[in-house]
C-alpha cells in the first residue's frame, strides 16, 4: 500500500462515528448528575421568574391591606402577610429579580477585573505578577463579608454600592484561578509555536490563552452568585444594601427579625429563597466543574 493511500484513509472512529464533538461530552458527562441537572433547571426557572416576576405576582410589592396583617399562609395569600399587610409571595417573587441583578452585575464587574488582571498577572509574570498577586493577597487577608462592610462603610449604603463591594471582593478570587489556567496554557506547544512567528502578547493573550482559561471562569462565575446573593442579603439584613420598601430578600429578613415569636413565616419564607438558590448555584456549579473538567473520567 502506498503512503499516500494510508494518509487518505479515514480514521476509524470518524468513520464509526464514536468521536464526539466537545458539546456532546459536556452534556454527557453533565447530564449523569442528576443534582446537578436538577439545579440548572431551577435557575433557568429563577431567571425566567426574574424577568416575568413583576407581571405575574398576585399583588403589588408595596401594596397594603391593613385588614389582614401578620396573617399566615392561607389560600388568598400563599405565604402569608407581613406587618403593612404585604404579600410575601408576591415580594419574593417581585424581588427574585432584583437579587438576581445584583448578584449578576456584581460577580460580572469582579469577574471582568479579575480575568484582566489573571491574563496579565500569569502572562508576564516577574514584577507584574508579585505585584497584582500581592494586591490579591491584601484582599484575601479580608473576610469577604468583612472587607464588603468597609467598602460600603465608606462609599454609604445602598444596592449599588452593594455591587461595588461585592465586585471588589470577588477580583482576586478570579484573578488566582485565571493566573493559574493562564500559566498552564502558556505552556503549551501552540502557544510556544505562536510566540515563535512573531505574535503580539495581546493577540497571544486574548486569541489563545482567554479562550482556554474560559471552562473555569465559567465554573467559578456560577458558583460566586450564589455567594454574590447571601452576601448581598446578609448586608440588607444589616441595614447597608437595600432599604425599606424594597423587596430584596436580605431586606425582608430584616424587616420580619422582630416578628420570629408571632408570626415566623416572615422570615421563614425570604430565608427559604435564599436558601434554595445558593444551594442550586452551587450545586450547578459543581456539576458544571466536574462536566468541564477533562482529567474527570466516567
Not at 438558590?277 to 477533562?294: E, H, I, K, S
Request: with cysteine.
Amino acid at each position: 500500500m502506498k503512503v499516500g493511500e494510508v494518509i487518505r484513509q479515514p480514521l476509524p472512529q470518524a468513520v464509526n462515528g464514536t468521536k464526539s464533538t466537545p458539546k456532546q461530552e459536556f452534556w454527557r458527562k453533565f447530564k449523569k448528575q442528576k443534582m446537578a441537572l436538577a439545579a440548572g433547571f431551577f435557575v433557568v426557572i429563577l431567571f425566567i421568574l426574574g424577568i416575568i416576576g413583576p407581571f405575574i405576582a398576585p399583588f403589588g410589592a408595596a401594596e397594603f391591606d391593613y385588614d389582614h396583617i401578620l396573617e399566615g399562609p392561607s389560600a388568598a395569600h400563599w405565604a402569608g402577610t407581613d406587618a403593612y399587610g404585604r404579600d410575601i409571595f408576591s415580594r419574593i417573587l417581585i424581588g427574585t429579580r432584583l437579587s438576581l441583578f445584583v448578584s449578576l452585575l456584581s460577580v460580572f464587574l469582579g469577574s471582568v477585573g479579575g480575568t484582566i488582571l489573571g491574563l496579565i498577572s500569569g502572562y508576564y509574570g516577574k514584577w507584574i505578577d508579585n505585584l497584582i498577586m500581592r494586591f490579591c493577597d491584601i484582599l484575601f487577608a479580608f473576610p469577604g463579608i468583612l472587607l464588603a462592610i468597609g467598602i460600603i462603610a465608606i462609599l454609604g449604603p445602598g444596592l449599588g454600592n452593594v455591587v461595588i463591594a461585592i465586585s471588589i471582593f470577588s477580583v482576586p478570587i478570579f484573578a488566582r484561578i485565571v493566573r493559574s489556567s493562564t500559566l498552564q496554557v502558556k505552556a503549551t506547544v501552540y502557544v510556544e509555536a505562536t510566540r515563535s512567528i512573531g505574535a503580539k502578547p495581546r493577540r497571544i493573550i486574548w486569541k489563545h490563552i482567554f479562550p482556554g482559561t474560559l471552562s473555569s471562569i465559567i465554573v467559578n462565575f456560577t458558583m460566586r452568585l450564589g455567594t454574590a446573593i447571601l452576601t448581598a442579603a446578609s448586608l440588607s439584613f444589616l441595614g447597608l444594601g437595600a432599604q425599606p420598601p424594597s423587596p430584596e430578600w436580605g431586606a425582608m429578613l430584616s424587616g420580619g427579625r422582630d416578628y420570629l415569636n408571632n408570626a415566623p413565616h416572615v422570615t421563614f419564607f425570604p430565608g427559604l429563597a435564599i436558601f434554595l438558590t445558593v444551594l442550586a448555584f452551587n450545586l450547578f456549579g459543581d456539576g458544571l466543574r466536574d462536566a468541564l473538567d477533562p482529567k474527570i473520567k466516567d
